[in-house]
Structures are given as structure tokens and as C-alpha cells.
């Protein structure tokens, strides 16, 4: 199988899997102190993957230089994006956060990804871009402003947006260290590190955590949970880490262009409800933004 292959199929399976996500995270805030939720899924996340590195390599040391740099993407793109993102599905529904997290991902990461001097705006990657955004304006905008933007919509959009800065802040950053070392050995520290921060954040400041250690959860946010770890922690995680490096911040970041797509098939399928003209338009259009992005210039 070729390089290019072998990559877009793991694009691919970024695409799916945190396409389902919201559904799950939305499923597990709603019932379990949201730090313990998300504290328990990546500190054994964690506790794989670096288990997984050290049967293979034998090793598990990084300069220090490199450790310090994983200590802040970890408080970034774990501790505070869980803490904002799970908060703020609390108070607006999954698909609304998932409509905000899809539009700000790309531009973000672009955004701090030129900051950081990895990539500059081209003519391509606007259109890609541009896209994008309009897709989903298009396939959800309808739905989202017919609803009610009370105050508790507004806080929790304004938390899921903070969740998306920090996480592609996070990730431009991880970029260098990627390249240097072992994308699944960043991954295990970064996660083992962000859910050993978010566990003492639960006990502290979450009510109701002690009870839920009891794991008296019901079956829907257990499923949620181990759908969580499993494809999103262990798997989509890692795959992204490894396209950030090849492929940089805002290629790899284009999955929020066909992640809402999948939203919308997963809906009709287990939900049943009909795709419309104009979410037809929007899907077109997402896609025609992804494939601009991953085109070669």
C-alpha cells in the first residue's frame, strides 16, 4: 500500500469516528461529573499507548526540552479543551457544538499554524477554506437559528469555542516535537498527562464525584465512554498526531469539513430523517472544501 493510500485512509477513519463523537460526549457530560468522564478515558488511554511504545522500543525517555513542550499541548489540548468542550455541551445541543468545533477547526489551526510560521495562506487554501465554512453554513445554519439563544446557549458556544482555540493551539504546537520523536509516544504522554490533571480537578471542584466512582453509570454513557477511549483516544488521536506531521495543522485539520457530513448520514440512518436539498448543497460543498485542502498545490 502507498504512502498516499495508507494516509487518507486514516484520514478517513479521523473523519468517522470524530464525526461520532459528539454524540458520545453529549451522552457522558450529561450524566457523569464531566472531568472524571473525560479524566478516566485518556489516563488509560495514556496508559496503552505508552505501554504499546515501550513493548515495541523499549524506551520511553525525551529530552527535557521536549517534555515541557508536551506538558503545555497535554493542558491544552486535553485538560482545558475537556473541561470547556464537555461544559459547554451541558447547556447547547451536539449537533450546535459541532457545528461551531467544525467551522473554527481549519481556520484556527491555519491561523496559528501561520502565527507559528509552519504554513502561509494561499489562494488554494482560502478556497478550501472558504468551502468549507459556507458548507456549513449552509447544511446547518436553517436548523441553528431557528433555535433559542438564550444565555445558557451563549455560554456553552462561547466554552465549545474556547475548547476548539486551545486544541488547535495545542496541536500547532505539538507539530515539531512530531517530527522529532514518536507521534504515538507524544500521544501516550500527552493523554496520560491531560487525564492525570482533569482526575484531581473532578475531586476538587465537581460534585457528585465520589458517587460516580461507584461506575453506576447506565449503559448509554458507558458505551459512550468506551467508544471514547477506544476508536477516539486510542485511535483518531494518535492517527491525527501523525497527519499533523505530515501533512501540517490545517490539511490534517480539514476533517471538520466531512466530520459534520457523517453527523448528518448517522441521523438518517439510525434516526431516519430525510436529507433535504439544501443539506445536500452544504455536503457538496464541504466536500469540494476537503478536496481542495488535500490536493497537492
Not at 453529549?26 to 505501554?51: C, D, E, M
Request: glycine share 12%; hydrophobic share 55%; charged share 10%.
Amino acid at each position: 500500500m502507498s504512502t498516499l493510500i495508507r494516509q487518507r485512509l486514516m484520514f478517513a477513519f479521523v473523519c468517522l469516528v470524530w464525526g461520532s463523537t459528539w454524540i458520545a460526549m453529549k451522552s457522558g457530560a450529561t450524566h457523569v461529573p464531566p472531568a472524571l468522564f473525560a479524566g478516566l478515558r485518556w489516563t488509560i488511554a495514556g496508559i496503552i499507548q505508552l505501554f504499546y511504545v515501550y513493548w515495541d522500543t523499549g524506551r520511553l525517555r525525551l529530552p527535557w526540552n521536549a517534555m515541557r513542550t508536551i506538558l503545555i499541548v497535554a493542558v491544552l489540548v486535553n485538560t482545558l479543551n475537556q473541561l470547556f468542550m464537555l461544559y459547554g455541551l451541558r447547556h447547547v445541543a451536539s449537533g450546535i457544538g459541532a457545528v461551531i468545533n467544525s467551522g473554527l477547526t481549519p481556520l484556527s489551526l491555519l491561523a496559528f499554524a501561520m502565527i507559528g510560521g509552519h504554513e502561509r495562506l494561499t489562494k488554494r487554501v482560502a478556497l478550501a477554506m472558504g468551502l468549507g465554512v459556507l458548507g456549513i453554513v449552509v447544511l446547518f445554519g436553517p436548523s441553528a437559528a431557528s433555535g433559542t439563544l438564550d444565555a445558557s446557549t451563549m455560554l456553552g458556544a462561547l466554552l465549545v469555542t474556547m475548547g476548539t482555540l486551545v486544541y488547535s493551539a495545542g496541536s500547532v504546537l505539538a507539530r515539531p516535537i512530531t517530527q522529532a520523536h514518536s507521534p504515538t509516544l507524544i500521544a501516550g504522554l500527552v493523554s496520560l498527562i491531560g487525564g492525570l490533571t482533569l482526575l484531581p480537578i473532578s475531586f476538587a471542584f465537581e460534585p457528585g464525584t465520589l458517587e460516580a466512582l461507584r461506575f453506576d453509570w447506565g449503559w448509554g454513557p458507558w458505551i459512550a465512554w468506551l467508544f471514547l477511549l477506544f476508536p477516539a483516544s486510542l485511535g483518531a488521536s494518535t492517527i491525527f498526531m501523525i497527519l499533523v506531521r505530515d501533512w501540517g495543522p490545517s490539511k490534517a485539520g480539514s476533517f471538520a469539513f466531512i466530520s459534520p457530513i457523517l453527523a448528518v448520514f448517522e441521523g438518517m440512518l439510525l434516526n431516519g430523517e430525510a436529507m433535504t436539498p439544501i443539506e445536500g448543497t452544504g455536503m457538496a460543498l464541504m466536500l469540494g472544501g476537503a478536496w481542495f485542502a488535500l490536493r497537492k498545490a
